[in-house]
């Protein structure tokens, strides 16, 4: 098995330096039929990993600033408007209060979010809040998030992100693909897709609350980093249910499945729901548990939220000052 | 850098302790030791104190009372003193005792969850989530059979003064099982917690006073073997409850016999762990933590012995391999580990020279290269492959987070390599493929048997196990019916008849051709391996014929015909209720000749025999009638899966019966046996011993399938020893005199097999069939979990 990539799972800590993307591999059948999961094992994992792992005082606290540079900011409303994106890249760009991070000793960490996610639409205007800074764009792409308008119309939409400076895709999968089990078409899509970003990064969003039953799950992520993914993703943030800690697990444990196959690393994004510092604890935790220390950073990690911020920083007050913070001590996204 | 900067680059965890300072308190408050809790107060006890150390550290955590037999003796008087006004309290003042009991348990969980991982060295995390909140469970679901029992189990009594000895593994969870059940039924208890783990059942009985608890309902007392071997020598003791190795439960077993005491004991395990090539792989290697690395694999159903199929041995092994990478050892009260400490030195020695052992028959030991602390009893999670099925690894109970692998090719070899030990306790199935599991699941000796999970528990669901792993239940209506009685079947008639006085100058039975009977084995008439007969006589003396003198030989090949006729335990109950239909229409036809027989061998009027014969017909009747109905419900459990229990066979019955009423009492013991699919080696009566071998021919006609009912005539206790001896028998239902009776229950030591001995007491077998009484003792109970969700 060959490692193309830096910060193994076993590796002492976490990597700071970009892996190499997956480049995917021919599709095989074979590799998506062997995936199995046993949904109320996975659930039962889950259950006792809270009580098995958690993080107090200091190191609930570097976790929590380790979670800010993990997050997509996003905002995916109809009514978004350049003034509302330019805030949200403000915010980006100095998640935490200015005194806080002094006081936490990370000020010249000049910590950011890991980007700024937005329909298409609001790209440019991003970018350019963004400028003189690495934090990237992220589109949500190709008719997110239903995935049903035209193939050809999908393709463009991603070549359009790319060319407006987007530089990550998240582009949603054709559920009927999953629903009816035709994993070569999802690998045809998404490899597509993929070749359509360019050296933009793609995160396949597999929309798990719409699959219908938890192998589905594994299968769809299996044939998502099959057609290159850099990322897999839960969920929109549209659907019925969206990220869950058991979801993820079956996804993070296909990523691991695919990284002793190929030796490719593929990131992982949980989106939707996430909105308490305590359960992007659980997340981070669960990484570390399942892949290990190379998916806490924000190439392989990723969390897809928009409220989530707001409890961190109340939290991150709260360590420093022992009591409980209010929202509107901390500036607006 | 600040701390926070530095973690922020290590993303390490840090410590998140549980404070254990109210514990603390409450140990300083009793600093001068323990006294033990008889008749509702505190008594100093008379052996001196022991002291109770802290696993995870060495340090000495208290002081607890040695309860010597005298204390013991002041113990079961309370107990005594208090079971005429308990057992006579209504079931709902009673069920209000146990909820009270259960609401205050959920009060203190958090002090409980302290104190019992302190005292025993297990994680917080499985104090606070799993021991504790299964604790309070049992007691809600006991307070409601409490309040049921007179309409859901009429006219069945309790037993008496039950005395109780748990183990160290589940200290509070082990006293709830045993406790709760015997209570609600109207029992008094003598307990007596584990030496190194008595801090909780203390605590529990301050709970006790608090709830109020009728004094003397509950009495605990502390010490060593030397109490607990007091407990079970007092005569005053109806049953003995215990939890605990099978090598002390051979003792209990060995020092009860012939006392009459009601038994049931939980006893060791090396229970299997099968996973087949289609199960969900990481979620397997989960579930391995899950049933071999919970309480540091100090659990009597541990997954201790992982089958796995050959195609992915190496994948689930790597697997494995990888999670236990990331495992934490360390501080019981750390909020950040997985497994905590062994509960003293001497586990911590014992474990480390069995794999020792391993090791040196050739074993390969893996431990994964984890941060341990350096005091303390703790061991690292240790994985063992590389061995044969004779390995110590292998085969023995560890009783500690040690796992050894073997792989099978097929799912038949699975189950060999899976029942090919002397225990049964539980077991655990791994396949996304619910026909193949299931199908392991039917065929698994065990008591329990998880599908795609492991370790679960549940008051509702009933625990124990097959073979040497022990018998009786906990849990369920079957833990219930451990500490009840039914009406008595027992008579003050004698089961055993004085030897014939040869009567010389009588004349010998007319009208009978010599017919030579042999013993009936395999189906098959079988010359007595001795070559010799035996003169038997009719009641008034004269000579009836002789029959064979059965051996040890005999009893040995009827055992191995009673073992080849295994197909008929797993065939349908209808199959075997159409063969004892059969059997009763076939004995019908030949109603006249038995009768004349009965009269002019065993004596009585021809009204009398007709009446026997009659009944014999009719009980044949009612096994067939009960083989398809002996079932119980699926289990209500609060978690999401279904959770059944099935009534299987022992397997062999060695059935010793009386001498009055040869042919009835004959059949009301051999029919429900084999309705519930065992298959039966029997020792009519000495004294008649004609009507069974009158029965060869009926057998015969009713296409009873070879090997089910084997029968071997001669001397009755001779018999009885030989087959109570035979490890391949799994139970022993005995019908002779008191010394007898003892006799057969010392023997069975060897296998622990299940003994139903009438104590030189007689039985009205033309009254009660005592069919439920007779079908319960013919099964066991196994409980199949199997969660479900997609």
């Known amino acids: 098995m060959a490692i193309h990539a830096v910060g193994r799972s076993d590796a002492p800590a976490p990597s700071h330096n970009e892996p190499e993307r997956n480049p995917g591999v021919p599709f095989d059948a074979s590799w998506v039929e062997a995936v199995r999961v046993n949904r109320s094992a996975v659930e039962r994992r889950i259950d006792s990993l809270g009580g098995r792992r958690t993080v107090k005082k200091d190191w609930q606290a570097a976790w929590l600033l380790k979670a800010v540079t993990c997050m997509d900011l996003t905002t995916l409303a109809g009514d978004d408007t350049p003034g509302r994106v330019q805030r949200l890249c403000a915010k980006a760009k100095h998640p935490i209060r200015r005194d806080l991070a002094e006081a936490l000793g990370v000020a010249e960490l000049n910590l950011t979010v890991g980007a700024v996610c937005v329909y298409h639409e609001m790209v440019e205007t991003a970018v350019k809040a963004l400028e003189g800074t690495n934090i990237p764009v992220a589109a949500v792409s190709t008719g997110f998030p239903a995935g049903l308008s035209p193939f050809k119309v999908r393709l463009a939409e991603i070549g359009e992100s790319v060319a407006a400076g987007a530089r990550e895709i998240d582009i949603v999968i054709s559920r009927r693909h999953v629903l009816t089990g035709d994993w070569a078409a999802l690998y045809d899509e998404v490899k597509a897709f993929r070749e359509a970003c360019g050296p933009a990064h793609l995160k396949a969003i597999i929309a798990t609350g719409e699959l219908g039953a938890a192998d589905k799950v594994g299968k769809a992520s299996m044939a998502c980093m099959m057609a290159g993914a850099d990322f897999i993703k839960t969920s929109t943030g549209m659907e019925g249910v969206n990220a869950t800690l058991p979801v993820s697990l079956i996804m993070v444990r296909q990523i691991r499945d695919y990284l002793e196959r190929t030796g490719w690393q593929v990131g992982f994004k949980p989106a939707g729901g996430i909105r308490a510092a305590k359960t992007a604890l659980s997340y981070l935790t669960l990484m570390k548990e399942e892949l290990g220390d190379a998916w806490l950073s924000p190439h392989l990690f990723r969390f897809g939220a928009s409220a989530l911020l707001g409890d961190i920083e109340r939290q991150l007050e709260h360590f420093l000052t022992g009591r409980y913070s209010a929202a509107h001590r901390h500036p607006l996204g | ?450 599908v795609n999970t492991a370790n679960q528990f549940d008051a509702a669901a009933p625990f124990g196990g097959y073979k040497e792993s022990g018998f009786g239940r906990e849990g369920g209506r079957a833990g219930l019916e451990a500490y009840l009685q039914s009406e008595s079947l027992w008579t003050d008639d004698p089961a055993v008849l004085p030897p014939a006085k040869p009567n010389a100058g009588g004349a010998p039975v007319a009208g009978v051709i010599d017919r030579t009977p042999r013993n009936y084995i395999g189906g098959k008439q079988t010359r007595p391996d001795g070559g010799s007969t035996t003169e038997v006589y009719t009641a008034d003396g004269r000579h009836a014929g002789r029959v064979g003198e059965g051996n040890r030989k005999d009893i040995r090949d009827a055992v191995e015909a009673a073992f080849a006729a295994e197909s008929w335990s797993s065939s349908t109950a209808h199959n075997r209720a159409q063969i004892l239909y059969y059997w009763a229409e076939n004995l019908a036809v030949r109603a006249e000749e038995f009768e004349a027989r009965l009269v002019a061998v065993a004596g009585g009027s021809p009204k009398q025999a007709a009446a026997g014969v009659a009944r014999s017909i009719e009980r044949l009747f009612a096994a067939a009638a009960w083989a398809d109905k002996y079932e119980s419900p699926a289990l209500k459990v609060p978690s999401k899966q279904l959770a059944v229990t099935v009534h299987e066979p022992l397997g062999i019955i060695g059935i010793v019966c009386p001498d009055p009423q040869p042919l009835l009492s004959f059949v009301s013991l051999v029919a429900p046996a084999i309705a519930m699919g065992n298959r039966v080696v029997v020792i009519p009566s000495q004294r008649f011993p004609l009507l069974a071998t009158d029965l060869y021919q009926v057998l015969e006609t009713s296409d009873v399938p070879a090997g089910v009912i084997n029968i071997v005539t001669g001397e009755r206790d001779v018999l009885a020893k030989t087959l109570s001896e035979h490890d391949q028998v799994d139970a022993l239902w005995y019908h002779g005199s008191v010394e007898g009776s003892r006799a057969a229950e010392a023997a069975s030591v060897g296998n622990l097999k299940q003994t139903w001995v009438n104590g030189g007491r007689g039985r009205d077998w033309m009254g009660k069939g005592g069919e439920r009484e007779t079908m319960r003792r013919a099964t066991q109970v196994k409980t199949i979990w199997v969660p479900y969700g997609s």
């Open chain 2, 1 to 450: 850098m600040t701390r926070v900067a530095e973690i922020f680059q290590t993303m390490e965890y840090g410590p998140a302790p549980e404070s254990a300072e109210a514990v603390r308190a409450w140990l300083a408050k009793h600093e001068d030791g323990f006294g033990l809790f008889v008749g509702g107060d505190w008594v100093k006890a008379t052996g001196g104190t022991l002291s109770a150390l802290e696993p995870a550290t060495g340090n000495p955590l208290a002081r607890v009372g040695v309860a010597t037999p005298k204390d013991v003796d002041r113990a079961v008087a309370s107990a005594r003193a208090a079971f005429p006004v308990w057992s006579k309290t209504s079931g709902h003042e009673r069920a209000k005792v146990l909820y009270a009991l259960a609401r205050l348990i959920q009060k203190q969980s958090r002090f409980l969850a302290v104190l019992e991982s302190l005292d025993n060295g297990k994680p917080i995390r499985e104090t606070r989530d799993i021991d504790v909140p299964l604790v309070a469970r049992h007691f809600y679901y006991h307070a409601g059979w409490a309040q049921l029992l007179d309409e859901e189990l009429p006219g069945r009594k309790p037993l008496g003064v039950v005395g109780q000895i748990i183990p160290w593994n589940f200290p509070l969870l082990m006293l709830a099982w045993k406790i709760a059940p015997a209570i609600a039924c109207g029992n008094t208890v003598v307990l007596k917690p584990a030496e190194h783990t008595s801090l909780s059942a203390l605590y529990f009985a301050e709970l006790c006073q608090e709830a109020g608890v009728p004094a003397g309902v509950i009495n605990i007392v502390t010490g060593a073997g030397e109490t607990g071997q007091a407990i079970v020598d007092h005569p005053d003791v109806a049953k003995i409850a215990f939890t605990g190795s099978t090598e002390v439960g051979k003792l209990i077993r060995a020092r009860t016999a012939g006392s009459g005491k009601s038994l049931t004991m939980e006893l060791g395990g090396k229970s299997p762990f099968i996973v087949l090539e289609d199960a969900d792989l990481d979620s397997a290697a989960e579930g391995l933590v899950d049933a071999i690395w919970f309480n540091q694999g100090e659990v009597c159903c541990a997954g201790s012995r992982l089958l796995v199929e050959e195609g992915v041995a190496d994948k689930l092994v790597a697997k494995l391999k990888a999670r236990l990478g990331q495992f934490r050892v360390g501080d019981p009260l750390d909020k950040v580990i997985d497994m905590g400490a062994l509960v003293a030195p001497v586990q911590k020695e014992r474990v480390s020279a069995l794999v020792d052992q391993s090791r040196s028959e050739g074993a390969e030991i893996w431990q994964p290269d984890i941060a341990m602390p350096t005091e303390g009893s703790f061991y690292p999670p240790t994985l063992i492959t590389g061995v044969g099925t004779g390995n110590t690894a292998w085969c023995e109970e560890i009783f500690g987070p040690v796992l050894t692998v073997m792989s099978f090719r097929s799912v038949k070899e699975a189950v060999q390599l899976a029942n090919n030990s002397r225990y049964g306790l539980a077991a655990a199935v791994w396949s996304q493929d619910i026909n193949r599991a299931l199908e392991i699941a039917a065929e698994l000796k065990a008591g329990v048997v998880w």
